[in-house]
């Protein structure tokens, strides 16, 4: 007669080798703390702040330096595979690389280098948790030095930077306000403006 084992169970800790068995129409997840998880599908406030904010601040940084209105320095990505450990795979809203970071630009899949500033579009009380706190760690961890939250529900931007405590806020925005956000501080941004307003 056979007993049960009295040993635990190991739990499976995801790696990008588990994001690749997915079918490549499926693949759109992420790896976090070794587990994969589906990313939700981005609806139009989602996908409108996302568009604004790459269109922003790619005319002013993404681009060799030309003077104080386009300072360039930055390449910028959306949606892209970064594995940046074993068990954590993370596919950012947005990433920027300095092309000090970067001199050629972001290449193949998935990238292994950490961006040096992470966008998330926040969409509802999951992606608050997730982004706010898990990844939020997540990217400390990884020496992300700038770290985005943009928020379509509160229409609030909140930008952290990384201190040796782990991330501290620099700078807690809402729609009606006009700042210059690090790193990209050499500009003005409207909040608003990533959240549908026009420009002036």
Excluded at 28 to 42: C, M, N, R, S, Y
Excluded at 118 to 129: N, Y
Aim: charged share 25%; aromatic share 8%.
């Amino acid at each position: 007669m056979s007993s049960a084992s009295s040993e635990t169970p190991r739990v499976h800790l995801a790696t990008f080798a588990d994001l690749l068995a997915l079918p490549e129409e499926a693949r759109f997840h992420e790896i976090l703390d070794g587990e994969l998880v589906q990313k939700a599908t981005p609806g139009g406030e989602h996908g409108l702040s996302q568009n604004r904010a790459v269109r922003i601040l790619g005319s002013a940084y993404d681009r060799r330096p030309n003077g104080p209105s386009r300072p360039g320095g930055w390449w910028f990505a959306t949606e892209v595979t970064i594995e940046l450990d074993l068990h954590d795979t993370v596919q950012p809203d947005l990433a920027g690389w300095r092309r000090t970071t970067l001199p050629e630009g972001p290449k193949g899949y998935p990238l292994r280098v950490a961006p040096d500033w992470v966008g998330e579009v926040v969409t509802g009380p999951d992606a608050r948790r997730r982004d706010g706190i898990q990844k939020r760690r997540i990217y400390a961890l990884h020496h992300v030095a700038h770290y985005w939250l943009i928020d379509t529900d509160r229409q609030t931007l909140t930008v952290l930077r990384l201190t040796p405590r782990g991330y501290e806020e620099t700078l807690h925005a809402h729609r009606t306000d006009r700042v210059h956000a690090e790193p990209f501080d050499a500009i003005e941004l409207p909040v608003g403006v990533l959240f549908g307003d026009d420009e002036d």
